[in-house]
């Protein structure tokens, strides 16, 4: 009869932390299922620099579920290009995906002269290439505002050739103009990596305050670390996932 009692006490035992094992298993379930329901997605839509800081984005929030990040850039993307390049990713996104934050990113490519509907060829930096240009810009900021995304639009860096910097600012000009006509956040990123006087330099601290290569050789990209720096600046403008309450 002893060795009976101990097998009940011993079985006991078992369905005592089968219980125990299923509740944390299943609190634990709960716990998961909440963060993937309040998690916030953020899509990047962009030429090959927002592709760059897409990935830069996805290596930083790697282990933190809280966060989703969709890369839907496509490198050589250019708005004096065919809209197919620009506003037909965001628009085949937002009619078949949801998101909560849109970064955007362009530029890069956009040193060129455009062509208006009518098919007059337009300069680049005349009045009426800034006009269309502008116009363009518009047409992602009300595809994205209209589908109730919040959106961060990064302006370019300074780049190593003087000329491309000077063409990048008059670019960023204008994109910071109309994004605030939409109610969009304009990030500059002039001088995310410089020196002390605001001046290119290719290399600069990392996120761990670590000196390293920061741009890559074209005097224009940035490299893996140079891509994290940025992300993290575009994750200190998006306020944190709601937290579950206990």
């Not at 037909?88 to 970064?103: L, M, T, Y």
């Not at 518009?138 to 990064?154: E, S, Y």
């Not at 000329?163 to 995310?192: C, H, R, V």
């Not at 005097?219 to 893996?224: E, R, S």
Request: net charge negative.
């Amino acid at each position: 009869m002893r060795g009976f009692g101990r097998i009940c006490d011993a079985a006991g035992v078992i369905a005592r932390s089968a219980v125990l094992l299923f509740s944390i298993v299943l609190l634990s379930g709960n716990s998961f299922a909440e963060e993937v329901a309040n998690r916030t997605t953020v899509v990047i839509f962009g030429d090959s620099q927002a592709a760059g800081l897409a990935r830069g984005l996805q290596r930083i929030l790697i282990e933190d579920a809280r966060y989703r990040v969709l890369n839907r850039t496509h490198a050589g993307a250019a708005l004096v290009h065919a809209d197919s390049e620009w506003l037909g990713p965001i628009q085949k996104f937002v009619a078949s995906e949801k998101a909560d934050i849109a970064v955007a990113m362009f530029g890069a490519n956009d040193r060129l002269d455009l062509k208006d509907p009518p098919g007059t060829n337009l300069h680049f930096r005349t009045d009426e290439w800034r006009e269309a240009y502008a116009t363009r810009i518009d047409q992602l900021l009300k595809a994205m505002t209209g589908a109730g995304l919040k959106v961060i639009w990064c302006g370019n860096p300074i780049a190593r050739s003087g000329t491309y910097s000077a063409d990048m600012g008059y670019i960023n000009d204008i994109y910071a103009a109309e994004a605030a006509k939409f109610g969009a956040q304009f990030l500059p990123l002039w001088t995310a990596v410089a020196d002390g006087e605001g001046h290119y330099a290719a290399f600069g601290k990392d996120r761990d305050g670590v000196t390293q290569r920061m741009r890559a050789d074209d005097g224009i990209h940035f490299t893996a670390p140079g891509y994290e720096l940025i992300a993290e600046k575009i994750l200190e403008m998006i306020p944190p996932p709601p937290t579950s309450m206990p």
